[in-house]
């Protein structure tokens, strides 16, 4: 019976430590999940800004002459 009851213990341990992993691997995918939608977020404002930045007319944009001040 001591060899049954150390097998049970061995047991119940390594359903413990499934049920963590299981957890814990739930836990980073959320992470990961946010993590890709910030990115793609991050993503789409960059080209929106890259756009924005297109879109300036070239008397807004610094010619390398410098202001008239100099």
Avoid: C, V
């Avoid at 957890?23 to 995918?29: C, S, V």
């Avoid at 999940?33 to 008397?59: H, K, V, Y």
């Amino acid at each position: 019976m001591p060899q049954f009851a150390q097998l049970q213990k061995k047991i119940e341990q390594l359903e413990s430590r499934i049920a963590f992993q299981d957890r814990t691997i739930e836990e980073l995918n959320e992470t990961i999940t946010s993590q890709w939608a910030e990115f793609d977020r991050l993503r789409a404002e960059i080209s929106r800004l890259g756009e924005q930045l297109s879109d300036l007319s070239p008397a807004d944009q610094n010619t390398g002459e410098p202001p008239p001040h100099y």
